[in-house]
């Protein structure tokens, strides 16, 4: 009889990926086969995201086109897991009669056992299990990421209790992650193939608080950088009142960090920053800016913004146009505000018009636009390192990214040159740019060399 084979469709964010990586680890060692066709999978896991309405709608039908399966493929069971399930399993049971069993967001340790006791009774009810089991310290993963580098989240949940977000809702309060099994994962990762490290979790510089005994993100970043072969480290979703002049030293010094820092700052006026209930203010802000700006080594700030919070003046609209103006991060990400059930923010008033939050982001998008042409222009003549990461066939080019760009949500660079490997660094000299991105070709000089 052949194997069972499982198909997985990951929804959602980086720290939902590394769920969804955890859960292929678990099922590959049960000895279940997997494949990326849906049409040929018995079993079909979709791990889902829930923290805007638009990613709720997103799973849904994501949930609903797989179901098709039953009909058209060789599909027999229907597993939703994730933020979804954990969240609103009592309205989506109902309303999602297709899938066989549901599970949070921590529940799917209990994965394989689910799927041989749905296997075991054909008519089986819908299985619904939500409650948390603690898998912090699970160091073994199924890798989804290109080989040269992978995310390693160092704590789950969240007690940052923003006013918008539903998160601490979902995945708990913050829990770090020991620094033994951190170091251990990251071999694993490095052994892997994994060349480049990305810290991730809800708030990466509240790392260790809830541990003591010295614990803290500066002390792992120097074990990650001693103990471990990892080339480099990046930092993401560093909240704004932990990023301590400690840290940026330690960014602007440590050879093995890159020389960025994700920064979310949502707002910069004091008054929506407290109804969103960030404990930051536009002087807090600017200061991080200014003493970023100050190293003598260039730093890469990421950052996002979100328009339309709730009784958002248009004097603070362009408040924050005019921060964004003169502070020019480097990346940003620019979003709507989304009105979540059960949070704060939901019940506050004037809830500004869909219309015009969109039109605050478009404002707001062409100010970034413009800064990015900016910082492009002042690049252009320069060689900078670049790792290859793949083809554009319709440009005819390579596209990689320097040690300033994130994967999957940062700028990138295109590169004409005679070959590229997959994860090697090449010294690109910049030529142009294409309104976000770079253009470069290979410097055969500094190749040579």
């Known amino acids: 009889m052949s194997k069972t084979t499982i198909a997985v469709v990951s929804l959602g964010c980086d720290k939902n990926r590394?769920?969804?990586?955890?859960?292929?680890?678990?099922?590959t060692n049960a000895g279940y086969a997997l494949t990326t066709a849906h049409d040929k999978a018995h079993v079909i896991i979709v791990n889902t995201c829930a923290f805007i309405e638009s990613a709720r709608r997103e799973a849904v039908e994501t949930i609903l086109e797989m179901a098709e399966y039953k009909k058209s493929g060789s599909l027999k069971k229907l597993i939703v897991t994730g933020c979804l399930p954990q969240k609103y399993a009592d309205e989506i049971k109902s309303q999602l009669p297709e899938v066989d069993a549901f599970l949070g967001v921590k529940a799917y340790t209990h994965i394989a056992d689910i799927i041989q006791s749905l296997s075991a009774d054909a008519q089986a009810?819908?299985?619904?299990?939500?409650?948390?089991?603690?898998?912090?310290?699970?160091?073994?993963?199924?890798?989804t990421t290109p080989q040269h580098y992978a995310y390693l989240r160092i704590a789950d949940g969240c007690d940052n209790r923003c006013a918008y977000c539903t998160i601490p809702s979902i995945r708990g309060a913050y829990t770090s992650r020991t620094p033994d099994s951190l170091v251990r994962e990251a071999l694993n990762?490095?052994?892997a193939g994994a060349r480049e490290l990305i810290l991730i979790a809800q708030d990466v510089t509240r790392y260790g608080k809830d541990l003591g005994g010295g614990a803290g993100l500066i002390p792992l970043l120097q074990r990650l950088s001693a103990e471990t072969p990892v080339q480099q480290i990046r930092l993401m979703y560093c909240y704004p009142e932990l990023v301590t002049d400690e840290l940026i030293h330690e960014i602007a010094h440590n050879p093995i960090v890159a020389k960025y820092i994700d920064i979310p700052f949502q707002h910069t006026h004091d008054r929506i920053l407290r109804l969103m209930n960030r404990r930051c203010t536009e002087k807090t802000l600017r200061e991080i800016m200014q003493k970023i700006r100050a190293q003598k080594t260039?730093?890469?700030?990421?950052?996002?913004?979100?328009?339309?919070?709730?009784?958002?003046?248009?004097?603070?609209?362009?408040?924050?146009?005019?921060?964004?103006?003169?502070?020019?991060?480097?990346?940003?990400?620019?979003?709507?505000?989304s009105k979540e059930p059960d949070t704060p923010a939901a019940s506050m008033r004037p809830q500004v018009p869909e219309?015009?939050?969109?039109?605050?982001?478009e404002k707001l998008c062409q100010i970034v636009l413009d800064n990015y042409r900016l910082l492009n222009a002042s690049l252009v003549g320069k060689t900078l390192p670049v790792v290859y990461e793949g083809i554009d066939y319709t440009r005819g080019m390579f596209y990689g990214r320097t040690p300033y760009n994130a994967p999957e949500i940062?700028?990138?660079?295109?590169?004409?040159?005679?070959?590229?490997d997959v994860g090697n660094v090449y010294p690109v000299k910049i030529t142009g740019y294409d309104q976000y991105d770079l253009l470069g070709e290979i410097n055969q000089h500094e190749l040579a060399q």
């Open 355 to 361: 219309k015009t939050k969109l039109a605050r982001k």
């Open 125 to 143: 009810a819908q299985t619904v299990q939500t409650a948390c089991v603690d898998t912090a310290e699970n160091e073994n993963r199924f890798l």
């Open 410 to 420: 940062d700028t990138l660079v295109y590169f004409s040159g005679e070959f590229a």
């Open 298 to 337: 260039y730093i890469a700030v990421r950052t996002t913004l979100m328009t339309g919070f709730p009784s958002e003046t248009e004097e603070e609209f362009m408040h924050l146009c005019g921060f964004v103006k003169e502070m020019r991060p480097d990346h940003v990400g620019v979003f709507t505000y």
């Open 189 to 191: 990762l490095t052994q």
């Open 18 to 27: 590394v769920d969804t990586e955890n859960m292929l680890y678990t099922l």
